[in-house]
C-alpha cells in the first residue's frame, strides 16, 4: 500500500513498480484489496494514491507559502512532485518533510530566478526550524549584570537553540514581509545582498535584518568565538566599515532585548 501510495506515476505505473510488485504482484491486487459496490481494487488504492500528493502540497505549503506565492500553485506542485520522488515523506509527521527543500531547489528543473527561490527556501526553513526547536530561556538581566567589567572579553555568549542566521543574495526576507499584509508591493527578484537573524521568543517567531558588521559578529559568537576574539575578528573582516563602540554597544542592548542568547561563559 505505502509503496503504491507514494509512487509519483499514474495507478497502473505505481502498481507495476519494482518496489510495489515485491510485495504485491499487479494481478494479485484483488487478493489483498476487496472491490466495493462501486470501485475496483485498483481504482480504491487510486483515492488515496492521489491525496497523497495533495497532501504533501499542503504541508509543504504551509511551511514555504512565499516560495509557493512567488512560483504560483502549478509550478509549486511540480516542485512538489518532483521533491517528494526524491525525499519522500519517511515519518510519522510531516514536521520536517521540508528541510531538504532549499538543497533541491538548486538542481530542481524548469525553476525561473533559481538562486532567488533558493534564498526564500531558506528563510522559510529557518522559520519553521526556529519554531520547531528546544525551548532554552533568555539571559536575564540580572545574569548579564552579575558579570564583572573586566570579564566580559574573555566571556562567551551562546545562543539560544532557537537561532538562525542567514547571508542572503536575494531581498527573500522582504517578500517574506510582504505576504503578511494587504496592498504590499512584493520585491523583484534582483539581487541584493542582506543579512538575517531568525528566532523565537514567547513563541512567536521573529525576524532582524542585520547589517554585514553585525552579522559578522554575531556569526563569531554563536561560532563560540569569545566577546574579545569576536570583536577582533570582525573588526579585522570589517576593515573600514567596522563597528564602532557606540554600535556595539547599541546592537548588544537590542540582540538582548531580543532574547537570543541563554548563558555568558567565562
Request: aromatic content about 8%.
Amino acid at each position: 500500500m505505502q509503496e503504491v501510495v507514494v509512487h509519483p506515476g499514474s495507478i497502473d505505473e505505481a502498481l507495476a513498480s519494482k518496489a510495489a510488485r515485491a510485495e504485491v504482484a499487479p494481478e494479485r491486487l484483488g487478493d489483498v484489496v476487496l472491490p466495493s459496490r462501486t470501485l475496483a481494487p485498483a481504482q480504491r488504492v487510486e483515492i488515496y494514491q492521489r491525496m497523497y500528493l495533495l497532501r504533501m502540497e499542503e504541508a509543504l505549503g504551509i511551511d514555504y507559502p512565499a516560495l509557493q506565492h512567488f512560483l504560483g500553485r502549478r509550478r509549486f506542485r511540480d516542485l512538489v512532485r518532483d521533491y517528494v520522488a526524491s525525499f519522500p515523506s519517511r515519518s510519522y509527521t510531516l514536521n520536517r518533510l521540508g528541510d531538504h527543500l532549499p538543497a533541491f531547489v538548486v538542481t530542481a528543473s524548469g525553476l525561473r530566478h533559481r538562486a532567488f527561490c533558493h534564498d526564500l527556501a531558506r528563510v522559510e526553513l529557518a522559520m519553521t526550524g526556529v519554531f520547531d526547536e528546544a525551548e532554552t530561556p533568555s539571559l536575564s538581566a540580572e545574569a548579564v549584570g552579575a558579570v564583572p567589567a573586566e570579564a566580559w572579553a574573555a566571556a562567551r555568549l551562546r545562543p539560544i537553540a532557537a537561532f538562525r542566521l542567514l547571508a542572503l543574495r536575494y531581498p527573500a526576507n522582504a517578500y517574506v514581509q510582504s505576504l503578511r499584509g494587504r496592498g504590499h508591493r512584493h520585491p523583484r527578484p534582483l539581487r541584493k545582498d542582506g543579512w538575517l537573524a531568525v528566532y523565537r521568543r514567547n513563541y512567536g517567531v521573529h525576524r532582524l535584518e542585520l547589517s554585514r558588521p553585525a552579522y559578522r559578529l554575531l556569526s563569531e559568537l554563536a561560532a563560540g568565538a569569545s566577546l574579545g576574539q569576536a570583536v577582533e575578528a570582525a573588526a579585522l573582516r570589517g576593515g573600514r566599515s567596522a563597528a564602532s563602540q557606540t554600535q556595539l554597544n547599541r546592537w548588544f542592548r537590542e540582540w538582548m532585548r531580543c532574547g537570543m542568547f541563554r548563558a555568558i561563559e567565562a
